[in-house]
Nanobody, 117 residues
């Protein structure tokens, strides 16, 4: 059974930092592409950052230079380091796992990030 469990969401002031984690189980983590998505109230879910199974990364323009996605295959854990946070980063952040089979995909339950003074 595939499980993705996010943690690390919190209330933080503008300019602050947070590190999100996504612990994966029941997956062959090393061969999955992974990503972070977010969904703000009243908006569609959007991709924030993506990392391939070999470590290639790409980012949404809105977070380039501020967010860093990484993965630790030994721990089957995905990370998102978020720096210089802005109010517009406020959203529920979701972990996403994409196996080689494009017909399958998995989501975590989400973790709330709120950027406010």
């Amino acid at each position: 059974q595939v499980q993705l469990v996010e943690s690390g969401g919190a209330l933080v002031q503008p300019g602050g930092s947070l590190r999100l984690s996504c612990a994966a189980s029941g997956v062959d983590f090393g061969i999955y592409a992974m990503a972070w998505y977010r969904q703000a109230p009243g908006k569609e879910r959007e991709v924030v950052a993506h990392i391939s199974n070999w470590g290639y990364t790409n980012y949404a323009d809105s977070v380039k230079g501020r967010f860093t996605i990484s993965r630790d295959s030994a721990k089957s854990t995905l990370y998102l380091q978020m720096n210089s946070l802005k109010a517009e980063d406020t959203a529920v952040y979701y972990c996403h796992a994409q196996p080689p089979d494009p017909r399958r995909q998995y989501w975590g339950q989400g973790t709330q990030v709120t950027v406010s003074s």
